[in-house]
């Protein structure tokens, strides 16, 4: 008899064990996965009757929940929604949210670990819950130069504080109205989300950081001139070799400078001049000489290869390691499988103009609960150096000289010393090109590091550049933050 009760008590018992595990595995380590499950409209039902917390710029919102008198109790509302979607995002009923609203769902819905004792004390006192409030590092002032300068261009415009890394200006067009997207009315939202999939341009896409993304072209160079300093055997003024035209080992490809001629006359060329005149073949030569892993680890040092977020999620940019030469002779200026995010190509200038320190890059300056508490607070945190200060020095002085007397003339500004460094890049034999610009300012006293890329040639075709497009761009943001 007592053998078959304790037979008993041990299956009771696993059976108990069994049910604790299986609750314990759906309630701590499923939880988030299933509560951010769109099918799980009780979850999201129930993270409406809480008021979602503001995401703010300067203090104002940007986002914000208002009361609503359907089911879902608030509605969530975007202020100037099309400038700042790049920013904030959306927050639909059905489906995942995006931007910050997606990055920071858990705080701005006030689910965080972090809001635990806030949402008990709701429960004690009776007061309605609120999500935590988010503020933005964006500047609103950049911000709106950005969209304005970037016009009707398919591209888009970042702007950082290079000794913070804090991102002011993120704009990314085509875009949205973020406020279409979330409505209550689903018929409505799925054929507006329908309409954007099916539009041109991809105006969903967040080109800043993310998306199909481009190749760098010339941008990529100052890349290399920090890869060829670092080794200690190159200077600004090493000479490389000078011809009109390379054909690249065991391949067809002949590859040209944009003048169709030489670099400067001589045989020879300095690295500083090949850089300011964005010439191409000395630095596929540069990128033949050089072993493919110190180009490799230089561009990783710059955040090539690396995961980011800000808190957003950012796509990795690439720069493969090209054991070919001719491959690493295509990829030396930026062309081949190198790819990159204006942010990434910000990050470059950003470093160069603050004594070779990379800051990591981040779009939240604070969080703060319902009763204005900090929950967190973002200090400026170093990514990574990829320079020596003596090395960023050389090449920020390039990048000026680039501006002053070189192929970025259009981003010149009346009494400030602007640094900074063109891209044209190939996307294919008769395809538009990526224009590009990406610098600093002002160069004595680097307050701002921009970047701009124009896809499909800014309208032009194979005839625009960088210089022509994207640098005007990029002074008329520069302009508007140093009030000039």
């Not at 997606?102 to 670990?113: E, I």
């Not at 002085?397 to 009346?414: E, K, L």
Request: charged share 15%; aromatic share 6%; glycine share 8%.
């Amino acid at each position: 008899m007592n053998r078959e009760i304790k037979r008993v008590s041990t299956i009771v018992l696993v059976m108990f064990l069994a049910l604790l595990v299986s609750t314990s595995i759906l309630q701590v380590v499923q939880a988030d996965n299933l509560a951010a499950d769109a099918r799980n409209t009780r979850a999201r039902n129930d993270s409406y009757s809480a008021q979602r917390g503001a995401i703010l710029v300067a203090g104002q919102p940007i986002a914000q929940s208002v009361p609503s008198s359907d089911v879902y109790k608030w509605q969530r509302q975007y202020s100037n929604g099309p400038l700042y979607s790049a920013v904030t995002g959306f927050y639909p009923v059905n489906g995942e949210a995006t931007g910050l609203e997606g990055a920071l769902d858990d705080k701005l819905s006030g689910t965080s670990n972090s809001q635990f004792f806030e949402r008990i004390n709701s429960i004690l006192t009776g007061k309605n819950p609120q999500g935590a409030t988010v503020e933005t590092t964006i500047d609103p002032k950049a911000q709106q130069a950005a969209w304005n300068a970037l016009g009707n261009y398919q591209g888009a415009v970042v702007l950082l504080e290079p000794k913070t890394g804090k991102i002011l200006a993120m704009v990314s067009k085509p875009t949205y109205d973020p406020n279409v997207l979330a409505s209550h009315d689903t018929a409505a939202v799925n054929a507006a989300y329908q309409q954007l999939l099916d539009a041109s341009g991809s105006p969903l896409t967040n080109r800043t950081i993310g998306g199909n993304l481009n190749p760098p072209g010339s941008t990529f160079k100052p890349v290399m001139s920090a890869s060829a300093f670092g080794t200690g055997q190159y200077t600004k003024d090493s000479q490389l070799p000078n011809p009109a035209e390379l054909t690249l080992p065991n391949s067809p490809t002949v590859v040209r400078n944009d003048s169709l001629t030489t670099c400067g006359p001589g045989a020879t060329v300095s690295i500083a001049t090949a850089q300011i005149l964005s010439c191409n073949i000395p630095f596929a030569e540069l990128g033949m000489q050089l072993k493919p892993e110190v180009i490799k680890d230089q561009a990783d040092k710059f955040g090539f290869n690396q995961s980011l977020s800000i808190p957003i999620p950012v796509e990795k940019s690439v720069y493969p390691l090209y054991t070919d030469p001719a491959e690493r002779a295509l990829g030396s200026f930026g062309q081949k499988d190198d790819r990159a995010t204006p942010l990434q190509m910000a990050m470059v200038s950003a470093a160069v103009a603050n004594g070779g320190k990379l800051m990591t890059p981040n779009l939240v300056d604070s969080i703060r609960s319902s009763d204005l508490q900090p929950i967190e607070t973002f200090q400026p945190q170093q990514f990574s150096q990829p320079m020596t200060q003596q090395n960023a020095d050389t090449i920020k002085q390039m990048m000026v000289d680039g501006v002053d007397h070189g192929v970025a003339s259009n981003a010149r500004i009346d009494g400030v010393q602007v640094g900074g460094k063109t891209g044209t890049a190939q996307n294919g034999a008769t395809d538009p090109y990526t224009l590009w610009f990406t610098g600093f300012a002002p160069a004595n006293d680097p307050q701002f590091a921009v970047a701009v890329v124009v896809e499909n040639g800014g309208g032009l075709g194979q005839s625009g550049t960088g210089n022509q497009v994207a640098a005007p761009i990029a002074r008329k943001v520069l302009e508007a933050v140093l009030n000039k």
